[in-house]
């Protein structure tokens, strides 16, 4: 197994337009996280699925967030109509249900909204 | 108050130290504490996980927990200029989300 992996790895983009970045988990993992992190801080929560159901979102995830995660496998998070606010590395990290101690993050997608 | 503190750094230690790292909690229903390291523009990486109180050793790293104290306790002994990273202490919520502290900057001088 390679890991979570993510992509793009970077993104800049200018304010008002929308992004999307993938997140492939560890392929025998059921839950799928996706955090956020700015400089100088830990990660934060923002949502996560189980299989292909949403579980929870977090009050930091704006209406203008989005995340899918269709088949259970994959997931993808948009961001319509960026804000400069929304720069920062974005963060998806996989697990078993049964142990959400054991999260196991990806390289991270930085996003840079100009 | 936050739910997981520690101080930021940096902490400048020599090569072969034994570096200590360490962060307090707010809620003493918390039971699963995880360490996490991160380098530069990079994701966190586990290292380790402990379940209640006590130690638990993996190499030059040992975690320890104490709950009367709601203290967090990471050591690195013989430190290697590879250990130079931002270390994040964080515990599990009983809504299986992960709260993360600030990360401590460590650097490891040759």
């Known amino acids: 197994d390679t890991g979570v992996s993510q992509n793009p790895r970077h993104k800049i983009t200018k304010r008002g337009q929308n992004v999307t970045f993938r997140c492939d988990p560890i392929s025998e993992h059921n839950r799928l996280y996706w955090y956020r992190q700015t400089l100088g801080q830990g990660p934060e929560f923002l949502t996560y699925?189980?299989?292909?159901?949403?579980?929870?979102k977090s009050r930091l995830l704006s209406d203008r967030f989005s995340a899918e995660r269709p088949k259970g496998s994959f997931s993808t998070l948009e961001i319509q109509r960026t804000e400069q606010g929304d720069s920062a590395m974005y963060l998806c990290?996989?697990?078993?249900?049964?142990?959400?101690?054991?999260?196991?993050f990806g390289p991270g997608t930085r996003l840079t909204v100009t | 108050q936050k739910e997981v503190e520690q101080d930021p750094g940096p902490l400048s230690v020599p090569e072969g130290a034994i570096v200590s790292l360490n962060c307090t909690y707010s809620n003493s229903a918390f039971q699963y504490f995880m360490w996490y390291r991160q380098y530069s523009r990079k994701g966190p990486e586990l290292l380790m996980y402990?379940?209640?109180?006590g130690n638990k050793e993996d190499g030059r790293f040992t975690a320890q927990v104490d709950k009367s104290s709601k203290y967090i306790s990471l050591f690195i002994r013989d430190s290697q200029p590879s250990d130079s990273a931002t270390y994040l202490c964080?515990?599990?919520?009983?809504?299986?989300?992960?709260?993360f502290g600030k990360g401590t900057r460590l650097h490891i001088l040759p």
């Open positions: 964080a515990t599990l919520n009983r809504d299986d989300k992960i709260i």
């Open positions: 699925f189980q299989n292909e159901a949403q579980l929870e």
């Open positions: 990290a996989s697990s078993s249900s049964g142990a959400a101690y054991e999260q196991y």
């Open positions: 402990t379940y209640s109180s």
